[in-house]
């Protein structure tokens, strides 16, 4: 089968940051890290594993920064992946090979992959951040029958969805219901990210939050606000104006690309805060948002983010960035609650308890949810170099989610 394999290699590390030095292109070439190559097909890795044709894989914001190289070897995170592998954790696919033991999905059935790889998936008793249905917390992600990895997509022995087949514990599966499309199944992952983040701290009618990011997360967390949350005035912020139009399509009621210093006095001009002037730098607000969900996570959102959010309010944060400095006086000054959120599991919502993906599924039927129009491009994994391109050049390709295209 053909995949899109990263391989740690020093040689490729160097060489993709030098032919990367001169364009996007050069970081995705064929003498990088990242290979478009022929495997062998999977084979079932237990009598409880199937194995998926795949048919949609998303681009995650994660996949990007990987491939482009945009991390640190200090990252603790390094500890719990293993190389080689085939990246892509958003993938939908047909079950075309089902182990003896599989109870939970059939062969010929259509699926969405949940790629987490906890206990349940690693055969061994579950932990208890397990237990308590927080998945993506696991505390054996090295441990097990596999080699290490948080989920399908960096771990050596279970493929991601950039490949023809994957191999797949029949816990990770999820029927997709008939007449869903299933491009629109595609976007599970993202949007139970973006569910799992705005449940550590959902808004309330009458509140006024701001969304940093209008890229796939930022846009379907605003949808997500707007269509559940009713009742709640939502600013949202990116520094590509061209989003704009899609940001309010999406539910966002205000948009705007100011940042820094700007984007402090617009918030305080829309909400009416006191605008505090240290004697260098920039503002902060007294007064505010009652909540920032940060789909970017640079040190430059964070640190606008403590300036514009008000006294006791809560940050989410939800992006990945590399790490840096940022002047944070504010988050112990007006005793703001700064909230970390990866994953999902299973999920509280309107007073139920449900794993993401089945929420993400019901919401879909019930016509509550319509998160398509966040897929602007689709294109085959033969294409790969475009379509990561198009993916981290998101202003000059006007792209936002973007998926691979298996099923020609």
């Known amino acids: 089968m053909k995949a899109l394999t990263f391989h740690f290699s020093y040689p490729r590390l160097a060489a993709a940051k030098v032919l990367g030095a001169f364009s996007s292109r050069g970081t995705v070439s064929s003498f990088g890290p990242l290979a478009f190559q022929e495997l062998p097909d999977p084979g079932l890795l237990g009598d409880d594993w199937v194995i998926l044709q795949t048919h949609y894989c998303g681009i995650c914001g994660s996949d990007v920064k990987q491939v482009f190289l945009e991390g640190a070897f200090d990252n603790p995170l390094t500890s719990l992946i ?29 699926v969405v992959c949940y790629p987490w790889l906890s206990c349940v998936v690693r055969g061994l008793p579950a932990c208890a951040r397990c237990r308590e249905g927080r998945l993506s917390l696991c505390e054996r992600f090295t441990d097990g029958a596999l080699a290490p990895g948080m ?3 960096n771990c050596r022995d279970v493929q991601g969805g950039f490949a023809s087949f994957v191999p ?14 299933l491009e629109t199944a595609a ?16 808004p309330v009618a009458g509140e006024r939050v701001l969304v940093f990011g209008c890229g796939s997360l930022g846009a379907l967390l605003v949808h997500l606000l707007s269509r559940l949350y009713p009742g709640v005035e939502i600013i949202a912020v990116d520094r590509e104006p061209k989003s704009g139009p899609l940001a309010l399509k ?7 690309s100011a940042g820094g210093p700007a984007l402090v006095e617009f918030i305080g001009q829309r909400t009416g805060a006191a605008v505090r002037r240290p004697m260098k730098g920039f503002p902060f607000l007294h007064g505010g948002v009652d909540r920032v ?28 960035a590399e790490p840096r400095r940022f002047e944070w006086t504010p988050l112990y000054f007006k005793e703001i609650t700064l909230v970390g959120s990866s ?3 299973i999920e509280s919502f309107e007073g139920r308890k449900l794993h993401g993906f089945e929420l993400f599924l019901e919401l879909l039927g019930a016509g509550r949810i319509d998160p398509a129009p966040v897929i602007t491009h689709k294109l085959p994994l ?7 391109v198009a993916a981290r050049e998101k202003g000059r390709h006007g792209s936002v989610k973007v998926l691979f295209d298996l099923t020609g």
């Open 187 to 202: 976007l599970a992952d993202p949007f139970t990210v973006c569910l799992h983040a705005v449940s550590k701290s959902p």
């Open 382 to 388: 033969a294409k790969y170099q475009d379509a990561f």
């Open 168 to 181: 797949a514990h029949e816990s990770m599966c999820f029927p997709i219901p008939e007449g869903t499309a």
């Open 343 to 345: 994953g999902y599991g």
């Open 293 to 320: 969900y940060d789909t970017v996570g640079t040190a430059g959102t964070l640190e606008t983010g403590v300036r514009i959010v008000k006294a006791t309010g809560t940050i989410v944060l939800v992006g990945v």
């Open 82 to 110: 293993s190389f080689p592998h085939v990246l892509g954790h958003e993938h939908v696919g047909t079950v075309v090979e089902a182990g003896r033991a599989v109870k939970r999905v059939r062969k010929g059935q259509q």
């Open 250 to 256: 999406m539910g966002a009621h205000e948009f705007t």
């Open 151 to 153: 989920h399908a997509g």
